[in-house]
């Protein structure tokens, strides 16, 4: 996880330099980031009956070389469609890997199935923070191209080296909690699709993974239009570019929050965490669009927004597991996880609203909405209906009736 996360993450240090060399508008270089979420979101489905099919190890490693592949193609890619064919490849990659990860983990760990999957998703998370700035000084030193090759090299065989070790629990190897409020059957994937638990975190998983996107992807063009991509911050120890060191930072509180907020959750419910975390995240992203134009304004609050954004990829795939089991569970959490391929369409869409109105504003105003309307979701709508949803799969099954009922005449017999 932790070698796949600059294939998303480090994105946003290329961009400025791909316009520069190629003079292509910023919304049609974005296509390439909305092409990579959408094909690593809605292939994942797919991916899970292949990681139920052929185990962990295999798949991880199919995914590593075709993630090591995406940047070999962007290195030598002259055209906007030689970058969207780099992202689509790797999103089949990085879909592989993630999906595969999180999946292993939701299975080994039922009693605190928020704070390891938050382990694991934290490695994506927080996994690019130790190589931003050698990526950044790479294209400084040496252009994009060679950055994409190195770095693409590098990452692909250290995940293909990692795969090695991978393995599902057998059969039995593992039991059910017993102390949180998890179903205790598991439920196929048309059972799940056809229940309104679903539906629900399939909406909230929309409203709030946006935000977050649009930070991801346009960071560093935020940085660039408020004026503090450049500005020298003073640290004492060290002084650097807002930008870069805003995305170093960025990536800890990144990874930090997904096993942070997943071990609240396992001990005061996934509702209540959600409630405060997509809370925070509204009224970072409120505070960003007011303040960001102060470089360390910029610096503080772009943490906060993403230490509260970083959790869904925790409470979201924990929360499926409690409520459908894991037995189908890369088949389940593979249609939830397409959510965030819808959340990359705003992408490109907040880059028109931007030229449109003149200002960031709009677009951070916008998906804090929809964080805000979230958190109300999680603690009005979603408490109520996970309670009732557990209550009725964990009720036995109505037996058949025997001769005896339908005709007590005959038993007497």
Same mark, same amino acid.
């Given at each position: 996880?932790?070698?796949?996360?600059?294939?998303?993450?480090?994105?946003?240090?290329?961009?400025?330099?791909?316009?520069?060399?190629?003079?292509?508008?910023?919304?049609?270089?974005?296509?390439?980031?909305t092409i990579f979420v959408l094909v690593q979101t809605w292939l994942t489905p797919v991916e899970?009956?292949?990681?139920?099919?052929?185990?962990p190890?295999?798949?991880?490693?199919?995914?590593?070389?075709?993630?090591?592949?995406?940047?070999?193609?962007?290195?030598?890619?002259?055209?906007?469609?030689?970058? =969207?064919?780099?992202?689509?490849?790797?999103?089949?990659?990085?879909?592989?890997?993630?999906?595969?990860?999180i999946n292993n983990a939701l299975k080994w760990f039922p009693d605190r199935r928020g704070l390891a999957v938050g382990l694991t998703a934290?490695?994506?998370?927080?996994?690019?923070? !130790?190589?931003?700035?050698?990526?950044?000084?790479?294209?400084?030193?040496?252009?994009?191209?060679?950055?994409? +090759?190195?770095?693409?090299l590098l990452q692909g065989s250290l995940a293909l080296l990692a795969s090695l070790f991978l393995r599902a629990p057998q059969s039995g190897e593992v039991k059910s909690s017993t102390k949180l409020n998890q179903s205790r059957r598991d439920y196929t994937l048309k059972e799940a699709l056809s229940t309104r638990l679903f539906w629900?975190?399939?909406?909230?998983?929309?409203?709030?993974?946006?935000?977050?996107?649009?930070?991801v992807a346009q960071l560093g063009v935020i940085a660039q239009d408020l004026g503090v991509k450049d500005f020298s911050v003073n640290l =004492?120890?060290?002084?650097?570019?807002?930008?870069?060191? !805003?995305?170093?930072?960025?990536?800890?509180?990144?990874?930090?929050?997904?096993?942070?907020?997943?071990?609240?959750?396992?001990?005061?419910?996934?509702?209540?965490?959600?409630?405060?975390?997509?809370?925070?995240?509204?009224?970072?992203?409120?505070?960003?669009?007011y303040f960001g134009s102060n470089p360390y304004a910029f610096l503080i609050l772009s943490g906060v927004v993403f230490l509260a954004w970083g959790e869904v990829y925790s409470l979201f795939s924990a929360l499926a597991g409690d409520a459908f089991g894991t037995k189908h569970i890369g088949k389940i959490y593979g249609v939830l996880y397409c959510a965030k391929g819808i959340g990359a369409l705003f992408v490109p #869409?907040?880059?028109?609203?931007?030229?449109?109105?003149?200002?960031?504003?709009? #677009?951070?105003?916008?998906?804090?909405?929809?964080?805000?309307?979230?958190?109300?979701?999680?603690?009005?709508? +979603?408490?109520?209906?996970?309670?009732?949803?557990?209550?009725?799969s964990s009720a036995p099954a109505p037996q058949a009736a025997t001769t005896a009922d339908v005709n007590p005449a005959l038993a007497r017999a």
């Open positions: 996880m932790v070698a796949t996360a600059n294939i998303q993450y480090a994105w946003t240090l290329f961009v400025p330099e791909i316009k520069e060399t190629f003079g292509w508008d910023r919304a049609s270089i974005q296509v390439a980031f899970g009956y292949f990681i139920d099919k052929y185990g190890r295999a798949m991880v490693a199919f995914g590593a070389i075709f993630m090591g592949a995406s940047w070999v193609i962007n290195s030598q890619a002259t055209s906007l469609w030689g970058f =969207y064919l780099g992202a689509a490849v790797g999103g089949v990659g990085v879909g592989c890997i993630y999906a595969t990860c934290g490695g994506y998370g927080a996994g690019s923070a !130790a190589t931003i700035l050698p990526i950044a000084a790479m294209i400084e030193s040496s252009g994009f191209q060679s950055t994409f +090759l190195v770095f693409g629900l975190m399939f909406l909230m998983f929309i409203c709030v993974v946006t935000g977050g996107m649009m930070a =004492y120890f060290v002084t650097m570019a807002a930008l870069p060191l !805003a995305l170093m930072l960025d990536r800890i509180m990144n990874g930090v929050s997904r096993p942070l907020f997943g071990w609240i959750s396992d001990n005061i419910g996934r509702e209540k965490t959600m409630l405060v975390a997509f809370s925070l995240e509204g009224m970072g992203i409120i505070a960003l669009g #869409v907040g880059n028109l609203l931007m030229e449109a109105t003149g200002t960031w504003s709009t #677009v951070l105003y916008t998906v804090a909405a929809m964080d805000l309307f979230a958190a109300f979701l999680a603690i009005v709508v +979603l408490r109520p209906v996970l309670a009732e949803h557990v209550r009725r």
